[in-house]
């Protein structure tokens, strides 16, 4: 080095450790600021470049990004690299100046042409993302390796990614963990979090939740939201630990305190049930809130359901209605489905079938089976459009073929009824049948009707009865009535007139009129009880005022007898 060159360095050096004061101290002599500009002004490219971060940082000096901009530009145009750099990053963010990724990439690569391990990486991040250049993974490999090769841990941590996703390079889970540790080692917490997810995934490895609760662990202990938001959710399943939702609402509070809005909706959903914390409808709430203002969709779908059935709010249907439309619009079929519901029924609008049927389609058109069911429904009865069977049976179908037991039952009924087809009994029982299975009354109940009386079956009388029992144990008054008919009567059972009043007994409760009605006959005539004329009479009485003209004409008859 010569002498000269020395003392360019010294003078560099010393007015580097200077503390940047005002214009000059007390003594009237110069400010290191005032020295910096003199030096930056007779070409010393160091001042140019330390002026630069001086105007750029606000040190000493206004913050003033073109005048910044400006003494970059001397020195990189005397090749230093940091200024070659810090151009890159004026013109990449759009500080001082338009933002400009052509002329970013530019200074980038004179900066990288020189070695800068960082101008390296960042040219990686634009072909990656296609900022000023057209998307090209191969040449974000390329430099992300160059970057890479020199212990650059944000381009060990990109190229783990590219290997990972398959983008540019062969798909390669194995690679992908190799430079996702090499970046890890050295703290890089999105690397952390990627050796997680191999490990959580068995992707290029064994699947060991071990590992990935390590990695996630380090991760999130150095803030990484992701991998808090994950450790939270393999609390909250058991994946590979004990379960523990207090665990996981810990790394659920620090995610969702950070904004994550995934963990702020679990967060919700863990005060909505209590688990984990004392039960809140009221946080719960805020959280589903914090979550639903970002656009969680399960979240504004759950504030919908609160507002809907009023947990822990005042039940309010328009504000049900405001947070279903904002899920139903990211297309949340539940949320369609139930905005459906409000239309139809009336609830917080004036009902609307048009609209109904409007949210009843979108939501079936994504497969959800209780809307397929009610726009049968809406075909079949003719509410908001014409009547057609044809559509009816098609939206019945649809659902019954996802398991849906009212729609199963009521294509039963229309091909008991023959409507939209010809009358096909044997149809009738296998959709009655199908739906039964699932507990559907009504078709534990229409079963044994055609038992009974040998519709499309061989009548069987023991068949009957058990569809009936079926039904009967479910509360279904019918069920119950017939019962008791099959008891008085003796069909297919030996008769027993104490069965038959407790069942009569059970339908009567429920408002049967023809269980009211027999039950008064059985007091009228003695069977299965003492005759007792008034007891009669008060069941006659009620059959009556129910609607039933046989009760009615009993009533008066046994009043003509002076009772």
Not at 162 to 183: I, S
Not at 342 to 368: F, M, N, P
Request: with cysteine.
């Amino acid at each position: 080095m010569t002498f000269k060159h020395l003392l360019v360095v010294l003078f560099y050096l010393s007015i580097s450790a200077c503390h940047v004061s005002p214009t000059q101290d007390n003594d009237g002599i110069p400010s290191a600021e005032h020295l910096v500009q003199q030096a930056a002004e007779q070409g010393n490219v160091s001042a140019q470049y330390r002026l630069g971060r001086m105007y750029a940082e606000g040190q000493g000096v206004l913050q003033d990004y073109d005048q910044a901009r400006h003494w970059y530009e001397q020195a990189a145009a005397q090749g230093s690299v940091s200024a070659q750099l810090e151009l890159g990053i004026l013109y990449a963010d759009g500080q001082g100046v338009p933002q400009d990724y052509d002329l970013a990439r530019q200074w980038y690569e004179r900066a990288a042409a020189q070695g800068d391990t960082t101008a390296q990486y960042f040219l990686g991040v634009l072909y990656d993302q296609g900022q000023g250049v057209r998307q090209d993974y191969a040449q974000a490999r390329r430099w992300y390796e160059l970057a890479a090769a020199q212990g650059v841990p944000f381009a060990m941590n990109d190229l783990g990614v590219l290997y990972g996703k398959g983008q540019g390079v062969r798909q390669d889970y194995t690679q992908a963990r190799h430079w996702y540790e090499q970046a890890a080692a050295q703290g890089h917490t999105s690397a952390q979090y990627n050796l997680g997810v191999l490990y959580d995934k068995g992707q290029g490895v064994p699947q060991d939740y071990a590992q990935a609760l390590h990695w996630y662990e380090q991760a999130a202990e150095q803030g990484n939201i992701p991998a808090q938001f994950n450790l939270g959710a393999m609390y909250a399943q058991g994946e590979g630990v004990r379960q523990d939702f207090s665990l996981a609402g810990h790394w659920f509070k620090r995610a969702a305190a950070q904004g994550y809005a995934g963990a702020q909706y679990n967060l919700g959903d863990l005060y909505f049930r209590g688990q984990g914390v004392s039960q809140s409808y009221m946080r719960a709430r805020y959280w589903y809130e914090q979550a639903a203002e970002q656009g969680n969709i399960r979240a504004q779908y759950n504030l919908g359901a609160m507002y809907a059935k009023g947990q822990g709010v005042r039940q309010d249907y328009a504000q049900a209605r405001h947070w279903y439309e904002q899920a139903a619009a990211q297309g949340d079929a539940g949320a369609q489905y139930d905005l459906g519901i409000l239309y139809d029924q009336g609830r917080g609008v004036r009902q609307d079938y048009a609209q109904a049927r409007h949210w009843y389609e979108q939501a079936a058109a994504q497969g959800y089976a209780g809307a397929q069911y009610n726009l049968g429904i809406m075909y079949a009865q003719g509410d908001g459009v014409r009547q057609d069977y044809a559509q009816a049976r098609h939206w019945y179908e649809q659902a019954a073929a996802q398991g849906n037991a009212g729609a199963r039952y009521n294509l039963g009924v229309m091909y008991a009824q023959g409507e939209s087809a010809r009358q096909d009994y044997a149809q009738a029982r296998h959709w009655y049948e199908q739906a039964a299975a699932q507990g559907h009354t009504g078709a534990q109940y229409n079963l044994g009707v055609m038992y009974a009386q040998g519709d499309g079956v061989r009548q069987d009388y023991a068949q009957a009865r058990r569809w009936y029992e079926q039904a009967a144990a479910q509360g279904d008054a019918g069920a119950q009535f017939n019962l008791g008919a099959m008891f008085a009567q003796g069909e297919g059972v030996r008769q027993d007139y104490t069965q038959a009043r407790h069942w009569y007994e059970q339908a009567a409760a429920q408002g049967h009129t023809g269980a009211q009605h027999n039950l008064g006959a059985m007091y009228a005539q003695g069977k299965g009880v003492r005759q007792n004329l008034a007891t009669a009479k008060a069941w006659f009485g009620k059959a009556c005022d129910n609607g039933n003209q046989k009760g009615c004409d009993a009533y008066r008859m046994v009043n003509e007898m002076g009772l």
